[in-house]
């Protein structure tokens, strides 16, 4: 039986571990200020940077999308682009990450305009319970195609939320940042997607006999 | 067809990601990219077919040179050092933003003048500067505004700045604003080279590079390299001031010029002193043996020896002796040897007994007593005794004792008028070694001092020496005209603010200044306020250097260390009355 769903259950994320790479203290985040500050007086000081995220922006590229060399080009073009415009980045209090996932984000989007074929979801079946017990419904078989489908038809913003915030187990904060939102307006926006996630649940429950 | 959907996707491992990180080829990218946006906003330019200046043609060309040679400095891997690119523009050349010269020299007499060389293009030169820099100039160095070799003479127009006045005089604004953050640049040292033909700005060959062997009294080596980028009026980063390290690993370690001889050898004129000196001693023992000689030669007096009277009821020996067998006797002829009250051995039974020897010997008291020795077979008695005379042998005697005695005063007096006499000649020869040696001794101790204040002053001088050398080489690889400067920003000082009044000492006249330059002491470091207000740190030291309609005026540390103590906006400042026609009339008036 589905028992009615409370959104506050989005901000305690019962039984999921969340990235902590996105959880910088004051001193990592004056040492990157500093590496920041040289790489824009000098490019070769880049490279700190370019080490400390080349996995983590690959990641989320790859996440995306089947092909590999794909992920990766797209991965040297998100440095590029970062590296090239890294004069006009501003220090706003996150971690540089937040900058460049969103060079990534723009990155990805601008290749799915133009090749929407290569846009892939990628989950585990462990991400699919998470999704059930956010909207606590214990998890059955049954529910793994409907969530794939759900998922997957899913508008581009929305899949983004769902993907940052379950498959890549981020936190609000950090999607907000990369999806240029708010962290209440991601919440709200997340809310209303696991809602109709729910609605769908409780309609395949319920055909079920259930 | 819809998105496809992976469930449980093998993850890439770790060492595929990893070997596809090509940092170096991101660099690369990043130059190329550059160097072609560089070129399509030169082509954009050309395209517009404008009518551009000379000027404006020459900065584009520039601007590309710039980004070609900071690029290609960036891929450089090598460890030299790096090129130093500026843009050429003229001292007085406004900046886009404002119609202020970026380079405004306060009061223009005291601007650092250029010096000028004649280089032949086509062979390059190495030319010495009266600071003892070296611009090294390779050959084919220079191209025209079209990017075409220049041959023929080239005027190299260079100048340096070493000082805080240099800085000031020269209008130099060493304001550095890095992503917003502004600060000062301290200074190891600045150069200013311009390069024209016939009147007409030349540009350095992109592929050549002019090296400025940079004298700096600088000698620490955290500084950076920086050029005056006169279009965008700040200074760009080039890369770490390298030069010293280069230095250190390329050249063998440099032992101290400055020798300090720890074992000073002596002069000639010491050591013959020193000779003289050690002379002395063995005359002076030389002169005594003498003295003691000549006393020895003199006459021996001997105190004729008094006679004794016998005295009666005293036991007494007669010797029954034969003088001519026993002649040294011949003394005691006449006498009795009286028995001395100190023999406890004695007994009158002495004299009862017919001893078969009797022996007559020195006694204690020489002169005076003698032993006298008995034997009879196995007995043997000694005895202290007297001589003495008895009767008219002693009367005899004593009158003969009496005329020795008066001889022996005549010629005790003599030997004591002839002892005085020889003594008194040898203490006035003994004094007179002392004296000599006493002189020399002065003598030695003034040729001491003489030389230990020539070593003083040889340490000094070599001290000077070794202080005008004690300057370092910074290398500034220029790849184009302008100014560049090894040095590292400091904040702003940004403890204390005031706006200051500043009145002219010992006068209520108030000075409008024009500019303001906090100087921080014993560095190369000049804070410009122009016309703002002033901020400081209380800890620091600094003097003032204050210009206003072309006077000059200063403030002195301890002056203005007191008013900042206070908080005391009004400054006391002094008019600078002397004549001061170049900055080092101004380093010597802000006591630099």
Redo the contacts between chains.
Sequence with gaps: MVLGYKPTMLLNAVNMEFSPRYHHTADMLLDEQMIIEAAKQNPEHFGPLYDKYYKQIFGYVYQRMDCKDTAFDLTAQVFLKALTNIEKYEYKGVPFASWLYRIAHSEVMQLFRTKKNLRTVNADISDLRHICEEVEEEYMEQYKSVLMTVIKDLPEDELQLIELRFFEKRPFKEIAEILNLTETNSKVKLYRILDRVKKTLTKTSTNNGN | ?????????QP?P?E???S??D?G???D???K??IEKARSDANFLKNKKATYTAIIAGATVVCTLTYFTVFKK?TSKQNQNDKITTNQTHNNQPTKNSAKPVIAPPVPKLNVAYTSYSVKAEDGAVLKHKTNSKIIIPKKAFVNKQGLDIVGDVEIKYREFHNPADIIAGGVPMTYD??GIKSTLESAGMIDIRGYQNGEPVFINPNKTITVEFQSEYISDQYNMYVLDTMAGNWV?V?RDNSLKNQKKNEPKKTSSLQVKSDVPMSAKQKDIQKQIDAIPPKMEAEKIVYSKKINQLPKVTTPSKPIKATAGRPQFELDVNYKEFPELQAFKNAVFEVGSENKNYSSKLADITWSSAEVSEGPAKGKNYWLTLKLRERVEKLIVYPALAGSDYEKALKNYEAKFADYQDLLAKREADEKKLKEEFEAKQKAYVQEQERLTAEMIRERIRIQKEIAENMNQQMKTMSSEAKVTRIFNVSNFGICNSDRPVSMPQEAKMNPVFIVNGTKTFVKANSTYLISKNRNLVFNFGREPLSYNPGESYSLCVISDGKIYTCDSESLSKCFAAKQNKIPVTEVTAEINDSHDLKKVLGI
């Design positions: 067809m819809g998105t496809k959907f992976n469930l449980n996707r890439v770790d595929e990601i990893n596809h990180k940092f080829e991101l660099v990218k990043f130059k990219q550059s960036q890095s992503a980063y890369s």
